[in-house]
């Protein structure tokens, strides 16, 4: 798959890690101190100027960011120069049949965004609850003064027919996909607008697009989701706040990559494994441009775009990284 070699290698990439950065100051350094005051300006003149990275001395606050999707966009926006604040709900919802992140997959998050030349601050938060979400953004204006960006990354996913559906299952999709959503975007909204800046990025869907069987809450939060950010990038418009969302196809995480969804994909296999489920997801791929499904590292290369100086006057809108997708829902 295509989408795979980006990850790390790109040019955005190549711009961020302060490690490069760090030494190319140490080789200009060795020049000077060893060919005399004219050649070292020659040299100095001659030696490529390191740009700043193009997030220095941003702050963003990430939800969901122990795994998946919002591992990716902290790892990316570290090599970009942001400083990072993630938060995770760190326990089981009992409705899903999935487990969701460990205290272990936030420690993984927190390495790679070192690893990556950033600063990582790990929150554990339910953005369910209107008071953590809070908590979380006033954590980040604590530890490191703003908010300049808000990845609104947290989400589940869960599959039963409208019909059978309980009001628990029902209420944990909303509460965590559109309420999650809610609360975090206003607790952020009024420092970004008090500094007369901001980016707010929420992760809609695909299923924020178009109904799909058997996901009836999954699709409502979704197209919740998309609502929610038109209007607050209308209230914000003349702060410079911008609000947008990315609406990606099936994304190689654990949300869909795991051993419930091998199950049900290979119904009469006694054995599902993550090998097998892959190889059946290639052979029947369900995107137009052929993939099973895009790579978070995708989707977070869009939201960086939605994020940067580029997208200044991009607000409003909903961004699909559907391998095709978007071209088979109605305009
Ligand atoms: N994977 C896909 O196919 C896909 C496609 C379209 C959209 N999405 C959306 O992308 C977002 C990220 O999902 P992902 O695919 O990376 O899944 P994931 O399960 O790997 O990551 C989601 C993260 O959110 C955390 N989380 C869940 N509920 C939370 C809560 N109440 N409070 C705080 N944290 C919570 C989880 O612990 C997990 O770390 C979600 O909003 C999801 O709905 C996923």
């Not at 309420?179 to 007369?196: E, K, S």
């Not at 995480?253 to 997801?281: C, G, H, Q, Y």
């Amino acid at each position: 798959m295509t989408s795979n070699s980006k990850t790390g290698s790109g040019p955005e990439a190549d711009a961020g890690p302060s490690v490069s950065r760090r030494a190319v100051m140490g080789m200009a350094g060795g020049v000077i101190a060893s060919a005399g005051m004219a050649s070292a300006a020659g040299a100095a003149a001659q030696a490529p100027a390191s740009p700043p990275a193009r997030f220095a001395g941003k702050v963003a606050v990430i939800t969901g960011a122990a795994r998946g999707m919002g591992r990716a966009h902290a790892v990316l926006l570290a090599q970009n120069g942001a400083t990072i604040l993630g938060c995770d709900i760190l326990e089981p919802i009992a409705t899903l049949d999935y487990p969701l992140a460990t205290q272990a997959d936030m420690d993984e998050t927190a390495r790679l965004v070192r690893e990556a030349g950033g600063r990582f601050v790990g929150v554990k938060a339910d953005v369910r609850d209107a008071a953590a979400a809070t908590g979380v953004i006033e954590r980040a204006l604590k530890d490191f003064g703003r908010v300049d960006f808000l990845l609104a990354n947290a989400g589940i996913y869960a599959s039963a027919p409208l019909a059978q559906m309980t009001d628990q299952q029902f209420d944990d999709i909303i509460r965590t996909n559109l309420y999650g959503v809610f609360n975090i975007m206003r607790a952020a909204v009024a420092p970004m607008t008090r500094q007369g800046y901001g980016r707010i990025v929420a992760t809609s869907s695909a299923a924020g697009r178009m109904g799909i069987a058997g996901s009836a809450h999954y699709c409502a939060s979704k197209w919740g989701v998309i609502g929610l950010a038109k209007a607050l990038a209308l209230e914000v418009a003349k702060q410079g706040v911008t609000v947008n969302c990315v609406c990606p196809t099936g994304v190689n995480t654990p949300l869909v990559n795991n051993p419930a969804a091998w199950r049900r994909a290979l119904p009469n296999d006694p054995a599902p494994t993550r090998e097998k489920f892959e190889a059946r997801m290639r052979e029947n791929p369900h995107t137009p441009q052929g993939v099973p499904w895009v790579e978070p590292e995708d989707v977070a290369a869009a939201a960086l775009f939605l994020l940067s100086d580029d997208a200044a006057h991009i607000t409003g809108t909903a961004l699909d990284v559907a391998a095709g997708g978007a071209a088979t829902t109605m305009a």
